[in-house]
């Protein structure tokens, strides 16, 4: 028998900031796989399980291609045609055209090299944590603390000049926060692009020690560096940001996590894997079928578009005990808060360094850390949000 969930994005239960919506922890009790009628009439699939998640994320059969997500799951796009993702945006494509892209990128993002900015990321986390000191004894800490670290952190890897960082940081948040209007949306868009166009010219006509400087030996087009830097910014900007204000709050949400985290150093890494299961702030992503596919029992035909559910996957209980709580002691890893397969988050270890270095040094450095306002008002975004998290997090602490 089918499931079908007839409503995204389903709103998130009061007073339960950190756990998916009701409505798709009980699909995800009912089936793994689920109906899901889109708003232009057409039938697609909702996939809420871990292993059916994953096996889509690993499947070629399952396309990431842009023009074939014509099937939006809240607007109905009215039969327009979508065209292709612009050259660079490698996160909406398939083989051979993604390879293309990220090849050249794989390097720069190894293990060993983010560790190595592991000192830099130290350097930046101090000298917030020293104004918010000097300001305090309260602040925001979106704007004070999770935005900065790491806009400073991929603005210098790409060679974006500080001064820039402002308007960047408040294009992202347009685009990506969910709370614009679509004319809006589109300018914050269209002028990120411009702005990242004229980037390019002026890294060709003076290189700098940074990624996008890098790839100018390439046979890459200013257009398809554009793109890429796009993805690179965007990316490595506001997942960051957003698990780094959000995984605040959940530590401060649960004392006893929060006081074994400060008290054992050993449990950062941990700690920081078991915040991107339990959060998961990239909640679900589209897949269209290239063939029939049989998942999970059912038909999924050609041209089918289904939507992965990442959060409900990292909080399948049949792959994660007691999958409802923060346990940073939790050892049973492998969750999908940076996807799986081909497309997996290319920026993901140097998220790992930014939130090793900057969580335990926040909650190190104010002991007494706590939220200024009740935490039911505590300023969520909203499910449209491409990314979850909070909008701003005021604390405060002991003097």
Not at 35 to 62: E, I
Not at 76 to 102: C, K, N, T, W
Not at 213 to 232: P, R, V
Not at 236 to 261: I, K, R
Request: glycine fraction near 6%; charge should be negative.
């Amino acid at each position: 028998m089918e499931h079908t969930v007839t409503t995204l994005p389903a709103a998130r239960q009061s007073g339960c900031p950190f756990d998916p919506p009701k409505e798709l922890i009980e699909a995800r009790e009912q089936s793994p796989i689920s109906r899901y009628p889109f708003p232009d009439g057409h039938q697609g699939w909702l996939v809420t399980g871990y292993d059916l998640g994953r096996s889509v994320l690993a499947d070629p059969r399952f396309s990431s291609r842009r023009e074939l997500m014509s099937h939006h799951p809240t607007i109905d796009y009215g039969g327009i045609e979508v065209p292709p993702a612009p050259p660079g945006e490698f996160l909406l494509m398939d083989e051979p055209q993604h390879s293309r892209y990220r090849k050249p990128l794989v390097g720069k993002f190894t293990v060993r090299r983010m560790r190595l900015l592991t000192e830099r990321v130290e350097q930046i986390t101090a000298d917030h944590l020293d104004a918010m000191e000097k300001a305090g004894p309260t602040a925001d800490l979106v704007t004070a603390f999770a935005k900065p670290i790491p806009a400073i952190v991929i603005c210098e890897l790409l060679g974006v000049p500080y001064e820039d960082r402002g308007s960047f940081q408040d294009n992202i948040d347009k685009f990506l926060g969910g709370e614009v209007g679509d004319e809006e949306l589109m300018a914050a868009y269209t002028a990120t692009q411009q702005y990242l166009a004229e980037l390019v010219v002026a890294k060709r006509a003076h290189p700098t020690d940074d990624v996008l400087s890098d790839l100018l030996d390439s046979d890459l087009t200013d257009e398809e560096l554009q793109g890429m830097a796009l993805i690179l910014l965007s990316a490595g900007f506001d997942t960051t940001a957003n698990m780094l204000a959000l995984g605040t709050f959940a530590l401060l949400q649960n004392p006893e996590q929060l006081a074994a985290l400060r008290a054992d150093p050993a449990l950062t890494d941990p700690a920081v894997e078991e915040l991107l299961r339990y959060l998961t702030v990239a909640k679900t992503f589209l897949r269209t079928a290239l063939e029939d596919v049989e998942l999970g029992g059912h038909t999924v035909k050609a041209g089918t578009t289904v939507i992965l559910s990442y959060n409900t996957a990292n909080r399948d209980p049949e792959r994660f005990a007691d999958p409802h709580v923060l346990d940073l002691r939790r050892r049973d890893g492998g969750h999908l808060a940076f996807g799986h397969g081909i497309h997996q988050c290319l920026g993901q270890q140097l998220a790992r360094v930014e939130l090793r270095v900057a969580l335990p040094a926040l909650v190190n450095r104010f002991p007494t850390l706590r939220l200024a306002v009740p935490a039911e008002e505590v300023a969520l975004r909203p499910e449209t949000a491409d990314i979850y998290g909070v909008k701003s997090l005021p604390v405060t602490w002991d003097l």
